[in-house]
């Protein structure tokens, strides 16, 4: 609940409009025990007083009645009448909507067919025949006001129920024996529930809003009861000659609508599981940069140069070190394997290369990343936008949530190609065609029209690898490229990449954390933990020694096979919390060589040998050791 009003702290606009509404329903709450005027007492005498007279402090209406007390009065019934409106249409318009998405089939069809005839009615004549029908009146027009705004909550609920009802968890509740009503209510309806309360803070203002409506043309609150809608309604008569007994109500209904309207939105954002790391805004097209000192300088080696990169996330006051000094570079055809546990900074390095992180709350706060002499960090938007796909390009995890399902892998192909560089269609198609040929799938020809959900996942993250070679990149980002896969296609993957990096002479960056992969495909090897590099070497080096502990601990965590019994080993306790990390080495909770010395001060990378290592006490002394 505190992470909630943080959050919806942080959106200054929701914040007034919670809390102007706050003081409008305070006041209504407290309306019985205001030191105000009956509202239905009529005094002709004293009819359209102007504002401020003696008594009075808004007026009179054309009844001499005080404005101030009915203006209150009339609030109050107006917000619970909306309140009570968005509260039935919720419960019964989810409640339908859940079924719905949940049964699916004829139970499904039935009911949104019936949804659906609702819809096709303007809402607002559907709510003038319902009161028409019952008769006018406050509870009327409420029942109708819910009533045409159950086809809206039906409807979007049942969206979301769709998607859940056959997720893994709902089976296992099956699998347990638990009834439909059980797994509705237990299962279904937490999942749905900020869904509902978003579209009930979204849809309430507009409740209000249509019930005075009703109201205005007398189908709604009766004389002498007064609502916001009947107020307005009795004084346009009076317009041009008393326009303030117009301007009240009116501008009452605009506070209150527009201030529900501001919440709403905050909520919405609020309640977003995504948005909960504090970014309430749209990410920047790039990385936002903030170096806290002069960027190393000088013409960068290899094809990619990273040196001391550091990347930060800053959530209110909490400031995540996720990369803090880490030096990497590529050689032209060579794979670099970048290996280590989830949360120890890969990933983040890697989208820090081309400013892919997103802004807010992520930040770069030193270092530099050379290509081609240039230094990206803090490159022009333009120059990045030209460099990404093209020059440096980049293979996801799951290619399934990364290639657009409604589009043809062919199609994407050549999009990738015509963003970059003019070509005319029947060569793009060619061209594609000629991709898919190189990443060996099978009939190409006919497998450039197919879709992403037609293929398997394979031959989806094949595609994804002929999408990052389509402009003849010199630097392929591989982020876990084949963990989603089995064995049997992760070991084709890795053997295709291998051959197209041989070929094309391309650089590849390899992330990871299994030794298997990094043993098969990587000619170098960068360990890290914590947000730094820990390790680097030839891959045969340091499969043969391994020198920090942490990378000793990795490889016993692999399976061998044909090597006869050993006990499966597993590193103790869990990374460190990159938000608080400790003075010294970062791994020292952990480690079974770990003394005094380690968690003093920062431990400075030593090299040798053509190896380097961040410990005090490697597990293998380098050869010629010197300070780095």
């Known amino acids: 609940m505190t992470q909630f009003i943080k959050l919806l702290a942080r959106n200054q606009l929701a914040l007034a409009g919670g809390i102007i509404l706050s003081i409008v329903v305070l006041v209504s709450i407290l309306v019985p025990i205001l030191p105000l005027q009956p509202p239905d007492v009529t005094n002709t005498a004293d009819r359209f007083m102007a504002p401020f007279s003696e008594g009075h402090w808004l007026g009179t209406d054309h009844l001499g009645r005080d404005l101030l007390s009915r203006l209150l009065w009339g609030t109050r019934l107006s917000l619970a009448v909306g309140a009570a409106a968005a509260i039935v249409a919720a419960v019964i318009g989810s409640a339908i909507g859940i079924v719905a998405g949940y049964f699916g089939g004829t139970t499904d069809n039935v009911i949104m067919r019936g949804v659906d005839m609702l819809m096709a009615f ?4 559907l709510a003038l025949a319902i009161v028409a029908a019952l008769g006018p009146g406050l509870m009327n027009a409420l029942i109708a006001v819910a009533a045409v705004n159950i086809p809206f909550f039906a409807r979007n609920i049942r969206g979301i129920t769709v998607g859940i009802a056959h997720k893994e968890f709902v089976d296992a509740a099956k699998l347990a024996g638990k009834g439909h009503l059980t797994i509705l209510t237990t299962e279904i309806l937490p999942n749905v529930v900020p869904v509902i309360v978003i579209a009930m803070s979204t849809t ?9 409506g009703l109201s205005f043309l007398g189908l709604g609150s009766q004389p002498p009861q007064a609502d916001l809608g009947s107020m307005l309604g009795e004084a346009r008569s009076a317009l041009i000659t008393n326009p303030h007994t ?3 109500p009116g501008l009452m209904i605009f506070i209150i609508v527009m201030s529900i309207n501001l919440l709403g939105d905050g909520v919405r954002d609020a309640l977003d599981p995504r948005l909960r790391s504090g970014a309430l805004s749209r990410p920047k097209p790039t990385t936002t940069v903030a170096r806290q000192s002069s960027p190393p300088h000088g013409p960068g080696e290899g094809v990619l140069d990273i040196r001391e990169l550091e990347t930060q996330f800053h959530v209110g006051k909490r400031v995540f070190k996720a990369v803090n000094q880490v030096s990497l570079n590529i050689e032209p055809g060579e794979c670099l394997g970048v290996i280590g546990e989830s949360g120890s900074g890969k990933s983040v390095t890697a ?7 997103a802004s807010p709350p992520g930040v770069i706060t030193g270092g530099a990343v050379f290509h081609g002499g240039q230094d990206l960090v803090g490159a022009r938007y333009s120059t990045l936008r030209r460099l990404r796909g ?3 390009a980049y293979i996801f995890q799951d290619p399934l949530s990364t290639l657009h399902p409604l589009i043809r892998v062919g199609e994407q192909l050549a999009e990738a190609i015509r963003v970059h560089h003019p070509v005319g269609k029947a060569e793009l198609r060619q061209r594609a065609i000629d991709l898919l040929n190189d990443v060996r799938i099978p009939n190409a020809e006919s497998r450039v029209d197919s879709y992403p959900h037609e293929m398997s996942g394979g031959m989806r993250q094949r595609v994804a690898i002929a999408m990052a070679l389509a402009n003849e990149p010199e630097v392929i980002i591989a982020d876990e490229p084949t963990t989603a896969l089995d064995v049997t296609v992760q070991a084709q993957v890795l053997s295709l990449l291998d051959d197209l990096r041989r070929e ?6 390899f992330i990871t954390h299994d030794f298997g992969v990094v043993a098969q495909l990587c ?22 020694n391994p020198a920090h502990p942490y990378t000793r601990k990795l490889m016993e965590c692999v399976p061998e096979l044909g090597a006869g019994r050993r006990e499966l080993a597993a590193i103790p306790g869990l990374p460190p919390a990159v938000d608080d990390l400790p003075p010294g080495c970062a791994f020292a909770p952990r480690c079974h060589k770990a003394q005094a010395e380690c968690t003093k001060a920062p431990i400075e990378m030593t090299r040798g040998g053509g190896r380097a290592v961040r410990c005090l006490y490697p597990e293998t002394k380098l050869v010629e050791e010197e300070p780095a």
């Open 204 to 212: 309430i203002g507009w409740m209000i809003l249509e019930t005075a």
């Open 504 to 509: 094309h002479n391309v650089a590849i960056m």
């Open 122 to 125: 303007p809402y607002i004549l």
């Open 523 to 544: 000619d170098r090897v960068a360990v890290m933990y914590g947000g730094q590099i820990v390790e680097q070497g030839t891959t045969d080096d340091i499969l043969a």
């Open 351 to 357: 989208l820090s290369v081309m400013g892919l992180v």
């Open 390 to 392: 093209d020059k440096v």
């Open 246 to 248: 117009s301007v009240v």
